[in-house]
């Protein structure tokens, strides 16, 4: 994590070097007020999500113990913790089952519902990149400007492909329980990963939620363009549609191919400018579009953070409280 931290570090410091920073300066103060409007509307990604975690909660959460509310609140700690901490995109799933667990979902079921859900991203990301690739080429830049591209379409499809196989026939959860079971033993944390294992092709075998879930997942992609068709037009720069969503596209397949860098930090950068440039975006105002896009998620992040700290300090406060009345009447009331 340090050393990605570092990479996207030097990254960063390279392109702030090689722009004017005082014209990049000048581009956000054109925008104004107005940009602040990038925050409310995230809240429509968020939403998407947590509808889409809700189809594949449906057939675990039957006593309704999960809200909707309460699972657009889980999905920006998660995307904050993927996000902002180093945590190379994978704490936030670890917290969204702490924080089902909290609601008094299972373990395996709540661990099921966030694998799979990671599984229906890679999906709608691969799709949304596609998309992007198109457009890319459809403008009239070559193949051989980012030969790139197509290696990344053809060895890139194989990874969500082999997953979903993986989770759904290759049992690896009870591989790895027969693997437990040679080195301990039976124990309550063998048999809890057979029963993820069970969870996880019990979630994949209901399609409904699985095709419902990837549709919210790809228009919330699709809806993120908005945020730089949006800063583009506010900066004084005006680009169709279509641009907004190429840049999009392709910022999003870096940053996910670049997980460990924290934050993305210099990644989301590089990948504005890159694409940017022969779509006729100079590299000023590419960093200006990313600044706006990062107080957006900062500003989010920093929120969602600071309510699960304050959340994690009223469950242990909750427990202490229970320990408490254990220890004064010898057993719980």
């Known amino acids: 994590m340090r050393i990605g931290a570092l990479l996207g570090l030097a990254i960063l410091v390279a392109l702030a070097v090689r722009v004017d920073l005082a014209a990049m300066v000048h581009t956000l103060a054109l925008a104004g007020w107005p940009l602040l409007w990038l925050i409310p509307y995230r809240a429509v990604y968020f939403l998407l999500y947590a ?5 594949l909660l ?3 959460n039957r006593e309704e113990r999960v809200g909707l509310g309460y699972l657009f609140w889980a999905t920006t700690v998660r995307e904050a913790i993927d996000r902002l901490l180093p945590v190379a995109s994978v704490g936030g799933g670890v917290i969204g089952v702490r924080l089902l667990r909290w609601r008094g979902v299972p373990v395996a079921p709540a661990s099921a519902s966030i694998i799979v859900e990671i599984l229906i991203t890679l999906f709608a990301l691969y799709l949304f990149f596609v998309v992007g690739v198109l457009l890319l080429f459809q403008r009239g830049v070559g193949v051989h400007e980012h030969p790139g591209l197509l290696l ?8 969500p492909l ?5 989770l759904r026939h290759g049992s690896i959860f009870e591989r790895m329980h027969a693997f437990l079971l040679a080195l301990v033993g039976t124990s309550p944390l063998s048999e809890g990963v057979a029963s993820l294992d069970r969870e996880v ?8 939620p699985l095709l419902f879930a990837g549709t919210l997942q790809f228009v919330a992609l699709l809806l993120g363009a908005f945020e730089v068709w949006f800063a583009l037009r506010l900066f004084g720069h005006p680009m169709d549609s279509r641009v907004a969503l190429i840049l999009e596209s392709m910022t999003q397949a870096i940053r996910h191919v ?3 860098v924290p934050a993305g930090l210099g990644v989301q950068e590089a990948g504005l400018v890159l694409f940017g440039r022969p779509l006729g975006i100079d590299a000023e105002l590419a960093l200006a579009v990313s600044m706006a896009k990062r ?6 992040g920093v929120l969602s953070l600071l309510s699960w700290q304050w959340m994690e300090g009223r469950q242990i406060h909750r427990q202490r409280r229970r320990s408490g009345v254990k220890g004064e009447g010898g057993a719980p009331p």
Request: overall charge positive; cysteine-free; proline content about 3%.
């Open 51 to 55: 509808l889409g975690w809700a189809s």
């Open 58 to 60: 449906r057939g675990i």
């Open 152 to 159: 990344a379409l053809l060895f890139t499809l194989p990874v």
């Open 162 to 166: 082999a997953t979903g196989w993986l």
């Open 201 to 208: 092709r019990a979630s994949l075998r209901r399609h409904r």
């Open 258 to 260: 670049a997980f460990v």
């Open 295 to 300: 107080l957006r998620e900062v500003l989010w």
